[in-house]
């Protein structure tokens, strides 16, 4: 299909666009479903993109009135320090969690539309709200809207705690994705809901920023998202004291 008056970078946002629709249209028809299985466990990590993303399925279980649904959560495990989820854990220690799963309650599911809803909205009075809940019906969530509220912009900075601390570690010397990654990982508190990818494109933003806060220097413009041929390595990442200071 050709697209008239659409230059190349929008033929690309509209071939992007349609494989992340259809990639959607997946996921909830798989949701749909679940109505079919005997039993559904969920496992989650305690981090902010876990529990953002159960709050939405489990308010798309309790749409479709599915019921027959255990959670397991996990925030810790004995002689994991720091522990950021499950993919820290051998499949022997997964396996010694199974018994800990729980039936999700009525309470639960009310609760995560809830949650769903400050997320789908960007409701600040109701993330304040539930950012301060002492017993929680999802007991990890307020924590996590904790973390949400912490990336978004600081009133005299602009920056999100993840591009702070990203800063922070390029000025400190650490000029290589790699070394921002460590420092950035060891500085923030777990768990840690964010990978390398997500990590990259907050550098890239600080790049694309007018003026930019920093400068990649490597192989290409920006550091590269998803899979790529390109070298880490080559990229170097320094400051731009001159147009920013915190």
Aim: glycine fraction near 6%; include cysteine.
């Amino acid at each position: 299909m050709w697209y008239f008056g659409v230059g190349i970078g929008g033929i690309e946002f509209i071939l992007w666009f349609n494989e992340y629709y259809f990639s959607l249209r997946k996921q909830y028809r798989k949701l749909a479903q679940a109505a079919t299985c005997e039993h559904i466990v969920l496992w989650f990590d305690a981090c902010l993109f876990d529990q953002s993303m159960l709050a939405h399925i489990l308010t798309c279980l309790r749409l479709k009135d599915i019921r027959n649904v255990d959670l397991l959560c996990v925030d810790s495990f004995p002689g994991v320090e720091p522990f950021n989820g499950l993919g820290q854990l051998k499949p022997e220690q997964l396996a010694s969690l199974y018994d800990n799963q729980r039936p999700v309650t009525d309470e639960q599911l009310l609760f995560a539309e809830v949650v769903d809803k400050a997320f789908a909205k960007q409701d600040a009075d109701l993330f304040a709200e539930l950012s301060n809940m002492s017993e929680a019906p999802l007991p990890w969530v307020p924590a996590a809207v904790v973390r949400w509220m912490q990336e978004q912009p600081d009133a005299k900075t602009g920056l999100g705690r993840l591009e702070s601390l990203a800063l922070t570690a390029i000025r400190e010397g650490n000029e290589t994705p790699g070394s921002i990654f460590k420092f950035v990982a060891s500085a923030d508190t777990p768990p840690q809901y964010w990978g390398d990818i997500t990590l990259w494109a907050k550098i890239n933003g600080l790049a694309d920023r007018r003026p930019p806060i920093v400068q990649i220097d490597g192989p290409a413009e920006r550091l590269p998202q998803w899979e790529s041929e390109l070298s880490l390595s080559d990229f170097k990442i320094t400051v731009q004291y001159e147009a920013f200071h915190q």
